[in-house]
């Protein structure tokens, strides 16, 4: 066994903590190494050059890298002794950055612990056998969850491709909430007349499959092969037929809450969201209908002229394989109303959200685009936003900036002096952040040509009074308190995820933070990836985000998805789980245990009924190695043996 | 919609211990309520006393320890003054109860500051030359009426007697602040009152300055200072349409009624809300008389809002419990002592 | 007082991740303690702890995904239930069970690693070193023997392994 051990210095990453010298010293006198050196920086091409060039004069069958962590590039390195003639798996990194030069100040602590992983990192190589991969087929089919903008750049982009794609949208329309937008930063370009035509082209695409008021039930498999249940739901319309003429919700006697219109303005139990939903579908709330709540009423039914209305209706839930799943989930609003009594915790009609001013400045609003306030109709002409509401306020526990707030404030402001000529807006804020291309000048606009003025505080009360409501703040750079008399008070409420985000990333086994914002599998190298191989990100469901950074995001996640998918087969990896069939006793413990049902019986020649693992299927947990009673069930590259090893060097 | 029900109604729930001689309160008056405060003394006494809640004052009570003048003694006489009352007020009761909101504070800030410091404890020992009790419950009056009286029963004794009164719910900062410590309501939105003023028939709406500064003790500094504070808490009581502001804190009283025709000569105003203390209003609601609570002694009169109270309605005040479910099945009646004064 | 023998088992997507956040981060931990990553907790084998403690360790911290975040769904379930019960026993065979700790931390928690680190040195330490008298009593090292010590056919033993 010829061992080659190379110690990285990582410019002085390592080298100003670790003696790496010492270190590439002591692993000389380890058993079976012949060669031990140190590379300034072990990933860049001299370095894996130097490790080649080693491999190949000295003949090394094995290799320990002492670096940075093997989640940053245990990948590099495989490829790196790969391409030097050995087998991939061959190679062992240890963590002397992220878990020592890094974590420690004392140079001889640091060097101990660098030789004692490195002399660990030896014991558990001089176990490893080469390892080989195998392929599967890829389904060339794609799941996008989620129709906001994000989803539908995603899902035309896929498509585009040649692959087919099917887009599920638990609301009644695609578009997101950028279809409840008026206008849109910083350009002031009308947000429908952007989004619409791609709502229809998504529609319209011979690739792509809308499902609305569907939402994912169930998910099997992994990268590659994903067996996904939808769950399509009762909506009593029959969507082939329905026309969208919006007969029935002319003469819907059941009043309902507009949800598109963000509550501003009343619906009907039966409805089209706004009239360039697509698909331009009629949708039925039960829980508003009075034919299913008194049995009493049947209108719709009667009055449409396609005879789409079906009170029979039922869930429907359908299976489909998809190689790979694009989740674009987005956000809603924080509910503002229980952490901020100080603002009237939602008892002052005048004190709306920032969604819902949207709405009242649009021309397709509940007002047609006349501002009035909710309390009387009037139009208001002081008009007082503040910053941060769930944003940035340790107080309430929610530390994170919503990122677009500062920016659609600004919006917001301009687009009142242009509804309100003789109105004044003022601006409560932390900061200003606005740090996309062309954001500065935009919110200088607001203060310079649109007469916005812009308070740095935060506001402490709102009361009502006088018909009017006081906005009670500090101005931080006169120094002193401030009131303002304001008819209307537009709160920017921070970003949560999307309702059930959790709960859905659980389905797919995919990580998220505690607001329930998705997590990338690396914040700057893996921006669009999941911890979960096939599963990708696009959009506010990640991180509060702007429309343009969402839909860069979708374009790389789509670009991602074909990539993965062109290759028509992907390699699974060969850490998995073997049974010795010698020695099992057929017990089954090992099957059942396992998370994906890798583990089957298998019958041998002489009858005796043993576990066989199924490559495809093993994910390489570990579990079954545990449970096996006579340990004859074996992960590869994390054998008990090689553990063991690892365990004793470390107590020599 | 707020929802200042569901978490008040949990509140009252919650530690409903059931054993007998719980709604015995060992009850430590302080100097306002023996001096500039007494009518609030009286009303609690009175109100109390109505309910079936026994108040055994502490014998040999000393200062609370919240005047500023014992911190510039001695650092530590904030805490060891508490101390022996928490130490005294233990015999025989779980539980204490302090009205002022002032003394209130500073039990609960000794109590926890005992808690952390075995140091302090010594100290505390050696003064008092026994090992230091120090953990009574502590409770304020609104706290103590709502543990011991559900909004249901008291609904149902005094038949909506305040009905037409809106009365705005004023906490100031002591009973809440600091939130850790105290553990007491939702220190940016307590609502522990509302349930039982709302018991009595009257409204009470949001009062969004609920909790905002009187001015404190910067009466005697810098008075313009609570003149100030205490203006705008009144005007924006008026300015809703409230009735009266209901407190349970002598020194927001002090500031809120003692001063307000200091307000009114200093802005011009011509301000003139009534200002009574919890167990006032909660007295009035069982139809004791309002000089024996001491309503008349206010500077502000009551006499609109006494006349607007519902004439006749409900019965005499008898002393019975309505304490949340302990007395709820039996007949809710600890014995009858004629209704005080009335 | 010779150096605390200190390991780690940290699954790969979880504990390691948050382990590699804090080097990230540069939060400063103690230097005892040495990490060995596993894929996830579910591969943690009781007896491999045993033998750790019987091999002279002082401290054994295992570290996985939160409950519901376990990349491999249940591993940390399965890895639950079997160190508590390890955890339990760790009387009987003479360990004292403070010594053993068993904890989640996720790939963002670069600070909570930092302080599981720290408080569980600083626990060891204050326990001191195994005195003698606990290592190797035979019940250990019988049954470590016959649980994890079982030759690995996968790899054979090692000088069976090709050169
Ligand atoms: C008041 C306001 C003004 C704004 N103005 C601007 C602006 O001017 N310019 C700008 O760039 N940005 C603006 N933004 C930000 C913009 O709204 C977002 O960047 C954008 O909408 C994000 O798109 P998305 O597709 O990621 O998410 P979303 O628009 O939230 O779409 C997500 C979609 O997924 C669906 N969904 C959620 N969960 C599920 C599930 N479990 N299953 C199936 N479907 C699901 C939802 O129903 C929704 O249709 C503004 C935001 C606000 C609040
Ligand atoms: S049945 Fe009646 S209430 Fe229900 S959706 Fe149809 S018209 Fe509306
Ligand atoms: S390692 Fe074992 S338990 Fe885990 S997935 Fe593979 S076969 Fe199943
Ligand atoms: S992967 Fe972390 S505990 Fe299973």
Request: aromatic fraction near 6%; glycine fraction near 10%.
């Amino acid at each position: 066994m010829r061992i080659g051990v190379f110690v990285c210095q990582c410019g002085t990453n390592i080298a100003g903590t670790v003696a790496t010298d010492k270190v590439a010293e002591a692993a000389l006198s380890m058993r079976d190494v012949l060669h031990a050196e140190t590379l300034q920086y072990t990933c860049s091409d001299p370095g894996q050059r130097a490790i080649i060039d080693a491999v190949q004069k000295k003949g090394l069958t094995r290799v320990v890298i002492a670096a940075c962590s093997p989640r940053m590039h245990e990948t590099t390195f495989r490829r790196t002794i790969g391409q030097a003639g050995m087998n991939a798996y061959m190679m062992e990194m240890v963590n002397i950055r992220e878990h020592c030069s890094w974590i420690h100040s004392d140079i001889d602590i640091a060097t101990d612990k660098a030789i004692d992983l490195v002399q660990k990192g030896v014991a558990r190589v001089r176990r490893q056998v080469p390892l080989y991969s195998t392929t599967v087929p890829v389904t060339r089919r794609v799941l996008v969850i989620g129709g906001g903008v994000a989803g539908i750049q995603a899902a035309l982009d896929i498509a585009d491709s040649g692959l087919p794609v099917t887009l599920v949208e638990r609301g009644p329309t695609i578009g997101g909430n950028m279809a409840r937008l008026d206008k849109t930063f910083p350009t002031l370009d009308c947000s429908s007349c952007i989004l619409t035509p791609r709502m229809v082209e998504a529609k319209q695409h011979e690739n792509i499959r809308l499902m609305v008021n569907a939402e994912i039930e169930q998910v099997r498999g992994y990268i590659g092969n994903f067996e996904v249940d939808v769950r399509k739901k009762a909506t009593c319309v029959i969507e082939d037929k329905c026309t969208g003429c919006m007969i029935c919700q002319e003469k819907c006697p059941g009043k309902a809450p507009d949800e598109f219109n963000a509550g501003v303005g009343q619906s009907k139990a039966i409805s089209i969201p706004f009239p360039q939903a697509v698909p331009m579908v009629a949708a039925l709330r039960k829980e508003y209908c009075r034919q299913f709540i008194n049995g009493k009423c049947g209108v719709c039914k009667k009055v449409c002229p396609a005879d789409a209305v079906d009170y029979e209706q039922v869930d429907e839930i359908t299976t489909e394989m998809f190689g790979a799943v694009v989740v674009a989930t987005g956000y809603e609003l924080y509910d503002w109303r229980e952490a901020y009594p100080d603002y009237g915790g939602g008892q002052y009609p005048d004190v709306v959200t920032s969604l819902q001013y949207e709405r009242m400045l649009s021309a397709s609003g509940p007002t047609a685009g006349h501002v009035q306030r909710p309390s009387d109709g009037a139009e208001p002409k002081q008009v007082v936003f503040v910053s941060c509401v769930g944003s940035r306020d340790e107080s309430v526990g929610r530390p994170l900036c919503c990122s677009v707030g500062c920016m659609y404030i600004a919006k917001q402001a301009i687009l009142t002096k242009e509804h309100i000529p003789d109105s004044q807006s003022y601006v409560f804020y932390i900061d200003i952040r606005a740090t996309g291309k062309g954001y500065e000048e935009f919110t200088r606009r607001a203060q310079k040509e649109f007469g916005a003025i812009y308070l740095r505080g935060r506001v402490g009360k709102i009361y009502p009074s006088n018909g009017q409501l006081v906005v009670m703040g500090t101005d931080t750079l006169s120094g002193g308190p401030v009131e303002i008399e304001a008819d209307l008070v537009v709160l920017a409420t921070g970003f949560s995820a999307a309702r059930g985000a959790g709960e859905l990333a659980r389905k797919l086994n995919i990580s998220y933070d505690q607001y329930e914002f998705l997590s990338e599998s690396h914040p700057k190298l893996r921006p669009v990836e999941t911890t979960t191989g096939g599963i990708f990100l696009a959009g506010a469901c990640q991180a509060p985000k702007d429309i343009p950074d969402s839909v860069a995001q979708a374009s790389a996640a789509a670009a991602k998805v074909i990539g993965l998918l062109s290759r028509g087969e992907i390699e699974t990896s060969p850490m998995v789980a073997a049974v010795d069939q010698l020695r099992c006793i057929g017990c089954f413990k090992c099957r059942d245990v396992c998370p994906y049902n890798a583990i089957e019986a298998l019958e041998l020649r002489d009858g005796r009924q043993v576990a066989k693992v199924i490559d495809t299927l093993c994910q390489g947990c570990g579990v079954c190695n545990v449970a096996c009673p006579p340990s004859v069930v074996s992960l590869k590259g994390y054998t008990d043996n090689q553990l063991i090893a690892e365990t004793m060097e470390l107590l020599r | 919609m707020n929802d200042d029900s569901r978490k008040v109604s949990a509140a009252i729930n919650a530690p409903a211990a059931a054993e007998p001689g719980r709604n015995a309160y060992s009850y430590f008056p302080g100097c306002s309520l023996t001096g500039s405060a007494g009518e609030y003394d009286a009303s609690f006494r009175l109100t109390s006393e109505a309910l079936g809640i026994r108040l055994d004052e502490i014998s040999d009570w000393n200062c609370c320890g919240a005047s500023p003048a014992p911190h510039h003694w001695s650092g530590n006489l904030g805490v060891l003054l508490p101390a022996r009352n928490l130490h005294i007020a233990g015999d025989g009761h779980e539980a204490m109860v302090a009205p002022c909101a002032g003394c209130y504070n500073r039990l609960k800030n000794a109590q926890h500051e005992l808690t952390g410091s075995e140091e302090l404890r010594e100290q505390a020992a050696r003064v008092l030359e026994e090992p230091v009790r120090y953990e009574i419950e502590i409770l304020n009056l609104v706290e103590l009426f709502a543990r011991e009286v559900s909004p249901e029963a008291l609904a149902e004794r005094v038949q909506g007697r305040l009905a037409g009164l809106n009365l705005a719910t004023y906490y100031g900062c002591l009973l809440t602040r600091p939130a850790k410590i105290m553990n007491f309501d939702n220190h940016r939105n307590p609502v522990s009152m509302k349930p039982l003023l709302r018991a009595t028939g009257a409204q009470s709406d949001h009062f969004p300055f609920k909790s905002e500064c009187c001015g404190s003790y910067m009466g005697l500094a810098k008075k313009e200072i609570v003149l100030r504070a205490s203006r705008r808490v009144i005007e924006v009581a008026a300015g809703l349409g409230f009735d009266a502001i209901v407190t349970a804190c002598p020194l927001c009283h002090q500031n809120l009624d003692l001063r307000q025709g200091q307000i009114n000569k200093a802005f011009g105003t011509s301000l003139d809300m009534p200002v009574l203390y919890y167990s006032q209003v909660l007295g009035l609601a069982l139809g004791l008389g309002s000089d024996d609570l001491g309503i008349d002694a206010h500077a502000i009169s009551a006499r609109k809002l006494l006349a607007k109270i519902g004439k006749g309605a409900g019965g005499p005040a008898a002393a019975t419990s309505l304490k949340p479910e302990a007395n709820q099945s039996t007949p809710a009646s600890i014995g009858t002592i004629p209704a005080a004064g009335s | 007082m010779a150096e605390l023998k200190l390991i780690g088992f940290l699954c790969n997507w979880c504990s390691y991740a948050g382990a590699d956040m804090a080097g990230t981060a540069r939060m400063k931990q103690p230097g005892e303690l040495r990490i060995i990553r596993l894929p996830c907790t579910g591969r943690v084998n009781p007896l491999l702890i045993l033998k750790a403690f019987q091999q002279g360790a002082d401290g054994v911290l295992v570290s996985g995904c939160h409950p519901g975040d376990c990349h491999y769904n249940e591993g940390n379930y399965y890895a639950r239930r079997r160190l508590e019960l390890l955890s339990r026993m760790l009387p009987a065979f003479g360990i004292e069970p403070e010594r053993f700790h068993f904890t989640w931390v996720s790939a963002s928690e670069g600070a909570r690693w930092a302080d599981v680190v720290t408080q569980f040195t600083r626990k060891i330490e204050a326990m001191g070193k195994m005195s003698g008298a606990e290592q190797g009593t035979p019940p250990a090292k019988a049954s470590c023997e016959a649980g994890v010590g079982a030759p690995d056919e996968q790899t054979g033993s090692e000088d069976a392994v090709p050169a």
